[in-house]
């Protein structure tokens, strides 16, 4: 009997694949998920293959074993702290990182689970989750939410009404959840931030409501492709031209001096014709 993966096509023999210690182990890894779970895990698994090769079934056992533990006690530990997470939290983060990836907003392949790891801490369903301490206390005391989403919280915050600086708090969220490095300290987040919006202002890049909002979000999409927390410089290296309608630019202003020129030699050569 043969199988196909649904990430890249290959077909295996399920003899082999039981007979191979490391691929019998990916299977019996499956084999205790629930049907739709299994399926979502696999897809998400495949994020993590490099570009120019195949992800080695020891690989692929070892991504699956790391979350296994949390899938099975229903819980994800995100920054030291425990969040509750059934069964559909993990099928809803498997599925939005996947989604991510197909929308360009992950830079592949994986390195980690953190991007997975803060979807599922976040998710609510049919109620908010109460954080709960983890055993191995970075988080602080019970019930505290983890610093990064503290971080993002804040940004909100400083953001305010503010159209630009919304702009900057969403992309610096989408940022954060890669867990570049360099990233700035969760708590210091709306500091760098700050001096980003500061930066842009001075350079101008921020000056209608109306057509910069999709400048910095493009500009924001291609700093998700960064190898380690982007600097504002190349934030503006990478934002589009600001395209206004040419009926909204301003019209030139008359050049009277000039106009009165021509019509001089219009009457000189009327006057040169009458003679």
């Not at 997975?116 to 983890?134: A, H, K, Y």
């Amino acid at each position: 009997m043969n199988v196909k993966c649904p990430n890249c096509g290959a077909v295996h023999s399920l003899d082999a694949l039981i007979n191979d210690a490391e691929a019998s182990a990916v299977l019996k890894a499956v084999l205790e998920m629930d049907a739709e779970l299994g399926k979502a895990a696999i897809r998400y698994i495949g994020l993590f293959r490099p570009a120019k090769s195949q992800l080695s079934w020891a690989r692929t056992a070892k991504l699956l074993n790391e979350l296994m533990p949390m899938i099975k006690a229903q819980e994800a530990a995100r920054d030291g702290v425990c969040f509750p997470a059934p069964t559909e939290a993990w099928i809803h983060g498997f599925n939005e990182t996947v989604n991510a990836r197909d929308q360009g907003r992950l830079k592949l392949p994986l390195k980690s689970h953190g991007y997975l790891l803060e979807i599922v801490s976040q998710w609510q369903g049919s109620r908010v989750p109460s954080p709960q301490s983890s055993p191995t206390g970075r988080g602080g005391e019970g019930g505290a939410p983890s610093k990064l989403r503290q971080g993002v919280a804040a940004l909100g915050e400083w953001a305010g009404e503010d159209w630009a600086k919304r702009e900057i708090a969403s992309g610096f969220a989408l940022l954060a959840a890669l867990n570049l490095p360099d990233r700035p300290a969760a708590q210091d987040l709306t500091v760098v931030a700050e001096i980003w919006y500061r930066q842009l202002k001075e350079a101008k890049e921020i000056v209608s409501p109306k057509y910069d909002p999709i400048r910095i979000q493009t500009g924001f999409k291609v700093l998700q492709a960064a190898e380690t927390w982007p600097q504002p410089a190349e934030l503006r290296r990478n934002l589009p031209p600001r395209l206004i309608p040419r009926a909204m630019l301003a019209k030139p202003a008359p050049d009277k001096e000039k106009g009165r020129q021509k019509m001089a030699e219009v009457k000189d050569v009327l006057n040169k014709k009458g003679k």
